[in-house]
């Protein structure tokens, strides 16, 4: 083999950014990394490490399409899920230091027409509550990706059917929903959507030039990286997620690069190229603890981690005596972790091409360690968990003789409805029963008496797991009536319409 190919094979398998030295502390993570992805069965990886205002090393691990050998570069863009959320919360604190919001405001101030399930939460809950998941609403994820709305009001306007999930202020119960409010607040005040706010306001002055709100825009760019899962201990590719009324909450996708020009704003009092992007105020604030999600004592695995919150857009804990500000990101495919150690001028993004693992998180703990000089946990000594990726059913089980339905199939069939998530109707098809909703449609698999499970019989993205159980009401005249699907804490029931 010549020099000159045994360079190239080189390049391939890393990309480096050019023009960095090597921090000492840094020696031996390019091995403990590689040794990472394969024990992980991982197909890609990217990271950036900035301190002390600059970024000191990022580089590209793997590849970001496996099938073709693409190398994953320090440049390749991945979606980085609920990191996102940090910039959602960003929109509004800007918005806040021009006298054009108050975070203590009610969100009906500015979308007249929303209203919550009940009086009290929408006389108690505030922009802050949204941003902190205090609202109480909790996950309702299923009412936008199976019940999908043309416009966010239209979303908007089944949260009066919607029960909350937890106390108004005193539980905190992450919610996606609350962001998708947050998002369209900013849309009201700007008149200007909120990717056009997303980029006007924060990717531009930031010079995160390879950073978008769709994969529409991300597949302009030629250093994207495909999505994989695990299945039976090997990756597989998987299906890209487009969000819609969503967006809000999770549709950033960007590169190591990029988000590394995010951090330095934030460790930098929201300055960047001598520029003051975001509020001093509001990093202060969005830092600070305004929930606590776990107030428990520290595990006995790991007694130096302890004393869980979230402020505006972040989670924050104490790490081994470090005040640690991060968030952690998953959609199809990608698995992401930003880290933030304020007081230590420190930041390390870590972006995965691997469906729900926590393979960034051990990156990033390890990465923590060696810059803070603390001590060190050998790679080989961290859990490998990943978890397997919701597959199509290739077999649907036959009715369970011993514990048969009460009804014939037919008599299942019709459409269900909720106001608070849709309308979807189950059909016989071929003595088969399906359920159809607008954008999907699962095999009902028949599990005992009138319960049933969702069973995808076609690939989707990885955003849900579809196999919900379906448990079908019968009335006083021994009819089927209602189903009860567990779309939440509480399964969400659906009534039959009658025929017209």
């Known amino acids: 083999m010549t020099k000159l190919k045994l360079l190239f094979l080189l390049l391939l398998t890393s990309s480096l950014s050019f023009g960095q030295k ?28 900035v301190e002390n205002n600059k970024t000191i090393y990022s580089k590209g691990y793997g590849f970001r399409d496996f099938e073709n050998k693409l190398p994953t570069t320090a440049n390749t863009i991945f979606p980085i899920g609920s990191i996102t959320k940090s910039f959602t919360a960003s929109l509004l604190g800007k918005l806040e230091s021009e006298n054009k919001l108050s975070l203590k405001d009610k969100p009906s101030f500015y979308l007249p027409k929303l209203q ?61 929903f609350g962001y998708i409010i947050a998002g369209t607040i900013t849309e009201k005040i700007t008149n200007q959507t909120w990717d056009e706010n997303i980029k006007e306001k924060l990717f531009l002055p930031l010079k995160m030039n390879n950073s978008s709100t769709s994969t529409t825009d991300m597949f302009k760019n030629n ?15 998987v299906l890209f997620a487009e969000l819609n009324n969503d967006k809000p909450g999770g549709a950033i996708n960007s590169s190591a690069n990029d988000m590394a020009n995010w951090m330095l704003v934030w460790l930098n009092n929201g300055q960047f190229n001598n520029q003051q992007i975001l509020p001093t105020n509001y ?84 990465i923590a360690n060696r810059m803070l000089k603390l001590p060190k946990t050998e790679w080989n000594k961290y859990p490998v968990k990943v978890t397997d990726i919701s597959i199509v059913s290739k077999e649907i089980k036959s009715i369970n003789l011993d514990k048969k339905p009460t009804h014939n199939l037919n008599d299942y069939c019709g459409k269900f409805s909720n106001l608070g ?12 029963l399906f359920a159809v909703f607008p954008d999907f449609k699962f095999q009902l698999e028949h599990q005992y008496y009138d319960i049933f499970v969702l069973k995808a019989t076609k690939e989707i993205p990885q955003i849900m797991n579809p196999e919900f159980y379906l448990n079908f009401s019968l009335d006083y005249d021994g009819n089927v009536s209602s189903v009860k699907i567990n779309l939440q804490n509480e399964p969400v029931e659906f009534i039959k319409q009658t025929k017209e």
């Open 22 to 49: 090597t921090d000492i502390r840094l020696n031996g993570l390019d091995t403990e990394i590689e040794n990472l992805l394969k024990a992980y069965n991982a197909v890609g990886l990217s990271i950036a490490i």
């Open 116 to 176: 919550f399930y009940n009086t009290q939460m929408d006389n108690l809950i505030t922009i802050e509550d949204l941003l902190s998941h205090k609202s109480g609403i909790g996950s309702v994820d299923g009412t936008y990706i199976l019940f999908p709305a043309k416009e966010r009001p239209q979303l908007m306007e089944k949260l009066k059917y919607l029960k909350p999930n937890g106390a108004i202020k005193d539980s905190w119960i992450y919610s996606n």
């Open 223 to 237: 250093d994207y990286s495909f999505g994989y899962g695990i299945i039976n201990n090997k990756s597989e590719k």
């Open 283 to 366: 990093i202060q604030e969005a830092e600070s603890y305004k929930a606590m999600d776990n107030g428990l004592p520290p595990e006995s695995s790991d007694p130096n981690v302890y004393t869980f919150g979230y402020g505006y857009g972040w989670k924050i804990n104490s790490n081994k005596g470090h005040y640690k500000v991060h968030h952690g990101g998953n959609l199809s495919g990608f698995s992401s972790q930003l880290a933030l150690y304020p007081t230590d001028k420190l930041g390390i993004i870590v972006l995965t091409n691997q469906h729900n693992s926590i393979l960034p998180y051990i990156v990033s703990d390890i």
């Open 421 to 432: 998530f849709g309308t979807f109707e189950i059909i016989n098809e071929n003595n088969k």
